[in-house]
């Protein structure tokens, strides 16, 4: 039988680099890191199993008991995110295997922010592992914007064009549990919008903001489809410095089928309507069947009919913690930053 233990301490150590950064970022991802159709993430003091694949689902026991042995959990929980006929599951039967199920609820650090997680609350806990090197990217370009002194830890560009000292305002489309919002709030905006069709998903945004230290301002939070946010916005006029649009690979609103293949590039077109000359927007998506280089010259094809001279400033894959990112199409990510 494999070294189950020293094969999760080996690969705990090849993400060394995020240990300052984070607390929360993916340790084993799949065969690249010699546990094929299985991940391992670290939220904190908890971690979470998950089965993608039948691999080593028989071994599912000994794979718990290693990760108690390396890491002295206060709670693992296990998904099963495949079906016995082998379609992938969206709500995956999970269990508890090690600690109390009131231990998997917690909070983890990334950066200068504090995030709420819930490994038992839906198959996302409440913060996507792969868009970390983002979030700490958009705090680090609000700063600059806002004038403060940049980060330290975080260097992977800043906003061109921004006048010093004004205060800048932040879309994040489909926002989730407001990640990105909280980071552009530390970084200095003064208002980030967030727009989401759950208003539960919006409330643990509101307690992100609290856990951060963060009032909440008129105008950030929106309940309801992002494309009417976005096309409200363009009739009322409203500008924004930064930009991020993050969506699911397919949803459904009020009898409205959004998927990414057919709606995105246009909504990407809208949005550059509202965004300031000087500006970001990142776009992205987990959807497998998009290829990077040719998701970017999409986006910013889209953005240049608002913005003749915006440039790509890069596009992406899933970050370090991600080994072997898109290989599979439960690791994919295509990310593109447009400046304008």
């Known amino acids: 039988m494999p070294n189950f233990k020293q094969i999760l301490l080996d690969a705990n150590e090849r993400r060394s680099s995020l240990f300052d950064v984070t607390d929360a970022y993916r340790i084993v991802n799949g065969a690249p890191d010699g546990m094929p159709g299985m991940t391992l993430d670290r939220f904190g003091d908890r971690y979470q199993v998950q089965f993608f694949g039948p691999e080593l689902l028989p071994q599912k026991m000994d794979i718990v008991r290693a990760v108690g042995e390396a890491f002295s959990p206060v709670c693992v929980v296990v998904k099963e995110r495949l079906s016995s006929s082998g379609k992938s599951l969206e709500n995956a039967p999970m269990e508890v295997m090690m600690g109390s199920a009131s231990a998997a609820a917690g909070t983890v650090r990334e950066g200068n922010a504090r995030f709420n997680v819930d490994l038992l609350d839906t198959v996302n806990p409440g913060l996507f592992l792969d868009m970390r090197s983002v979030r700490l990217e958009v705090e680090e370009r609000f700063r600059a914007m806002a004038g403060s002194a940049p ?190």
């Open 151 to 340: 980060l330290p830890e975080v260097s992977q560009g800043t906003s061109q064009g921004m006048p010093q000292g004004t205060s800048p305002r932040f879309l994040n489309l489909f926002s989730y549990t407001c990640s990105f919002s909280v980071h552009a709030r530390l970084g200095g905006a003064a208002i980030a919008t967030n727009a989401d069709i759950s208003g539960k998903i919006l409330d643990k945004g509101r307690e992100n903001y609290a856990l951060n230290g963060l009032d909440l301002r008129p105008g950030e939070f929106f309940k309801g489809n992002a494309i009417e946010y976005v096309h409200w916005a363009q009739k009322k006029g409203l500008k924004f410095d930064g930009i991020v649009l993050d969506p699911p690979s397919f949803a459904r609103f009020k009898g409205f089928n959004f998927n990414v293949r057919e709606h995105l590039m246009p909504l990407v077109g809208d949005c550059a309507t509202l965004l300031n000359k000087g500006g970001f927007f990142m776009v992205s998506s987990n959807y497998s069947e998009f290829n990077l280089k040719g998701f970017a010259r999409d986006v910013l094809t889209a953005v240049a009919g608002a913005h003749p001279h915006a440039r790509t400033a890069w596009m992406r894959g899933q970050d370090v913690d991600f080994a072997g990112s898109g290989k599979t199409k439960d690791s994919c990510l295509v990310a593109t930053l447009v400046e304008v």
